[in-house]
């Protein structure tokens, strides 16, 4: 298949615990943000998002946590898997319209 | 229910030809948004197709046009490819532009030789 982040950062966890993907946006004026996991060969899959009104929002095994104040953006993977190995984009949309503006991404290897 | 779906999957040009790209929306979306992801980096949008003009556009040359149909389909055309267009090519449906995530395809892998 496709190898998608040949040079990404690389976080490496064990099986079980939990990850923490760390991103930094730039645009004071984005409302609205989205965590993306991306498997090689695969086109970026929608995992989480939140909208600027909040600071954390909690899914599946996910939660994402917004601090506005310096522009960070955090996804917390629980009890991770080996299917959750993928490389992991954040993503801003500011107010007017769907464009997305993405992070240069991380990857995720689950060791068994 | 199918998702968005693009192709084709993989594509080989040469240095100067043309190249048409397509891609059918989700059911019931509206919007499409094109991106292209160099390796090992994340998209960059492209443009943006809303009631079959384009509504924004990012920084890209006038070799990259796009046409939106009557049933929400869209192309992506490159002319005059540089090696430098090699890319994935990701297509993103999604409602009424700003109403909510927007949902990729697989992409179409183009290599300009």
């Known amino acids: 298949g496709e190898s998608v982040g040949l040079h990404l950062p690389t976080l490496s966890v064990q099986e079980g615990d939990n990850s923490i993907i760390n991103c930094a946006y730039s645009n004071s004026a984005s409302d609205y943000f989205i965590w993306y996991k991306q498997e090689s060969g695969k086109g970026p899959q929608f995992i989480i998002d939140?909208?600027?009104?909040?600071d954390k929002r909690q899914g599946q095994r996910v939660t994402v946590l917004l601090n506005k104040t310096v522009k960070h953006l955090s996804l917390q993977i629980a009890a991770t898997q080996p299917g959750d190995s993928a490389v992991y984009f954040c993503a801003e949309n500011q107010a007017a319209g769907n464009k997305l503006t993405f992070g240069g991404g991380t990857r995720v290897l689950v060791k068994p | 229910d199918a998702g968005v779906t693009q192709s084709p999957t993989h594509l080989i040009k040469t240095r100067g030809q043309q190249v048409t790209l397509r891609c059918s929306p989700k059911s019931g979306h509206d919007t499409v948004s094109w991106y292209q992801q160099a390796l090992g980096q994340g998209p960059q949008f492209i443009f943006q197709?809303?009631?079959?003009?384009?509504?924004q556009r990012g920084n890209f040359p006038d070799r990259f046009s796009g046409h939106q149909f009557p049933n929400y389909s869209s192309e992506l055309n490159v002319n005059a490819l540089l090696l430098g267009d090699s890319a994935l090519y990701l297509c993103?449906?999604?409602?009424?532009?700003?109403?909510?995530?927007?949902?990729f395809g697989q992409g179409t892998r183009l290599t300009v030789v």
């Open positions: 197709y809303y009631e079959e003009e384009e509504r």
């Open positions: 939140i909208r600027s009104n909040m």
């Open positions: 993103a449906s999604s409602r009424v532009p700003g109403q909510g995530e927007a949902f």
